[in-house]
């Protein structure tokens, strides 16, 4: 009886070798924006404690309301696959006396994460992000500066037409007015939101404001706007980032039903859209924002804090759909084949000594036949091949075969690195 065949879990992907290019790229060109503007990388654990997110992102919130990957150890601890950075940033800032460096640090990451959503074009439930994160200061060219790096990289990655929305959502001293405006305003329509959103009512009604459902969406679009009720901190700050993104010429524009999806944010808060068919069926290509109460909430001292994070999968699916090229990736130009047993102990050694000297060999060591082993070098468009059979390896000589003309000629094993230098004139 043939066994069941066992298939990848719902929503998660392999990203196969002819997909990796584009993950490469992508990190490349991030690391290089992050050296540049000089933030240091990070590292965090896949999995952290539940609460981390339970108080960092809220209990009122779809991610921790339905999308964690959350279980009990053998040991009884709570943990959650991360379904996102800057809370666990938060925590190494505190946990590793951050506070106590010069201020503000700057840190980048890039890794899997992982979320229990309905699996969709754009959605998955692991998926792949890179993030920025500016810890210890207040000022507005910062948010401005977070912005810039993301749409840089974007930039960079050859994406066109890419629109930026901006918001702001207050700080503490500014909400508490808001919330009650938004309670009288949603509790007389309470009936008519779904089932989820009456809940939110209860825990958090700004939660109602990113809703998904369109009859929520509806009754949400006339609901009071935050923007029109800053305090004059919030509006201050507010005005200065848009300043500055004016100063840097960048196409943004004022959303002001953007509240985003999780409870730290304060004041600043944006996304970054690719405005075409595909752009909108995936959704935001990065997310971010300011969120000065999260390391007080996570027990360290008050802190303000500015970061945003870019979804991999969704910029690979446009830079596929714009059919973006790269470079070339390693030139085939010497092939080994090999011959018998004798042949294939000396051709590992060989390889060795070729791979020490940086030059690229390609090989087929599994194979026995010439003829197939040719074929191979002819088909990866080598320029040499280089055949070891049994009386050579007896003899340690190697015959250097050049392709194009079938030319061959035998030379001592241990000439072989240098002739082959000569050829394809590397120092
Ligand atoms: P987020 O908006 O939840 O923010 O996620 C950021 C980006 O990750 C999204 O814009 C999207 O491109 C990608 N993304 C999110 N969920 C999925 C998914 N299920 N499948 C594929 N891609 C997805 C955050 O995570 C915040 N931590 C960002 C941040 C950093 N705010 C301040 N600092």
Redesign the pocket.
């Known amino acids: 009886m043939t066994q069941a065949k066992i298939q990848r879990p719902s929503g998660m992907h392999d990203v196969l070798p002819e997909d990796q290019k584009y993950f490469q790229k992508i990190f490349d060109v991030v690391k290089e924006i992050a050296d540049f503007y000089n933030f240091q990388k990070i590292d965090t654990p896949i999995l952290e404690k539940t609460e981390l997110f339970s108080r960092g992102i809220g209990l009122a919130t779809d991610?921790v309301q339905k999308e964690m990957f959350s279980f009990k150890t053998k040991g009884g601890d709570y943990l959650t696959l991360r379904p996102?950075?800057?809370a666990p940033v938060a925590r190494a800032y505190i946990e590793h006396g951050m506070q106590n460096l010069p201020q503000p640090v700057k840190l980048w990451y890039f890794g899997p994460?992982f979320?229990y959503?309905k699996p969709q074009a754009?959605?998955?439930?692991q998926?792949w992000?890179f993030?920025f994160?500016v810890l210890g200061e207040e000022n507005p060219v910062i948010d401005a500066q977070i912005i810039q790096i993301f749409f840089n990289i974007l930039k960079e990655l050859k994406l066109e037409n890419l629109v930026i929305k901006v918001n702001s959502i207050g700080d503490r001293a500014c909400r508490p007015y808001y919330k009650k405006l938004l309670n009288s305003y949603f509790k007389s329509r309470l009936e008519s939101l779904c089932r989820d959103c009456r809940r939110r009512f209860k825990e958090n009604p700004f939660r109602i404001l990113d809703c998904k459902v369109e009859k929520c969406q509806t009754i949400a679009s006339q609901a009071p706007l935050i923007i029109d009720h800053l305090c004059q901190a919030c509006h201050e700050h507010f005005k200065e980032v848009l300043e500055f993104l004016d100063e840097l010429s960048f196409p943004y524009h004022l959303e002001p039903h953007l509240v985003?999806?999780?409870d730290y944010y304060t004041r600043t808060v944006f996304?970054i859209f690719e405005d075409s068919e595909e752009g909108k069926k995936l959704?935001?290509?990065?997310?971010?924002?300011r969120?000065d109460g999260l390391i007080k909430i996570l027990g360290g001292k008050e802190t303000p804090a500015?970061?945003?994070?870019?979804?991999v999968?969704?910029i690979v699916s446009l830079m596929k759909e714009k059919a973006i090229r790269f470079p070339r990736e390693k030139k085939t130009e010497i092939f080994l084949a090999q011959l018998g047993f004798l042949a294939k102990r000396k051709s590992l050694k060989l390889i060795e000594e070729f791979r020490k000297e940086g030059i690229n060999i390609f090989e087929s060591l599994g194979r026995d036949s010439l003829k197939a082993q040719l074929k191979l070098a002819d088909k990866l468009g080598a320029k040499y091949t280089l055949i070891l059979g049994q009386k050579e390896a007896l003899d340690n000589e190697i015959i250097l075969r050049d392709m194009a003309s079938g030319r061959q000629e035998k030379i001592k094993i241990d000439k072989i690195i240098e002739t082959i230098k000569k050829k394809i004139k590397k120092p």
């Not at 500015?306 to 979804?311: D, S, Y």
């Open positions: 991610i996102e950075g800057t994460f979320r959503e754009g959605r998955y439930r998926f992000q993030g994160e985003r999806g999780l996304e959704g935001a290509l990065v997310g971010g924002g969120y500015v970061g945003g994070a870019g979804g999968e969704r």
